[in-house]
């Protein structure tokens, strides 16, 4: 699921007092946030606006787990580590993603590299990713590149 799947364009919600509001946002294990961000963002940028997204989406879906607080920010500490080295080695104009809760595992996979994953000791950024994910890999990505994947235990 797309945030733009999730909420048809002007699909807005009459509140008692007659203003609009846009309505909430419902989220089930084995959903997911998939994003798309243009060349014209910094690896900063990208950073910023990954973590803002996911930032949004992903408690609702977290909702029913231990400390879903916490996983939110370990979630986010790893997806904005794996955007910008992929916005630094980027292999296609587009930095795409993706973060999917299995009910057991968030996943948050970031596309598309124009190498392998680098060594933590050349990416110091990737220590944290490899601390808080269970499993972290690389495959071929449909713009040319290699996708990165990392999955987070959310349950133990």
Known sequence: MTISDAIPNNWMIGTPHG???MPPLWLSPESAIDFTIG????????MKQAAAMVGMTLPTCLSEVPDPEAVCETVKAV???LV???ARHRASLD?????KFDGAHVTVSVGDMNCLL???SEEPG???VHRHA???GQYAGDLGGRVTWAAIRVLQ
């Open 95 to 99: 930095l795409v993603g993706k973060v």
């Open 118 to 120: 680098p060594a933590p």
């Open 134 to 136: 269970d499993e972290v």
């Open 84 to 86: 910008d080295v992929t």
């Open 39 to 46: 060349p014209e963002s910094t690896p900063v940028e990208a």
């Open 79 to 81: 997806l904005t580590e």
């Open 19 to 21: 203003e609009l509001s």
């Open 126 to 128: 990737l220590y944290l």
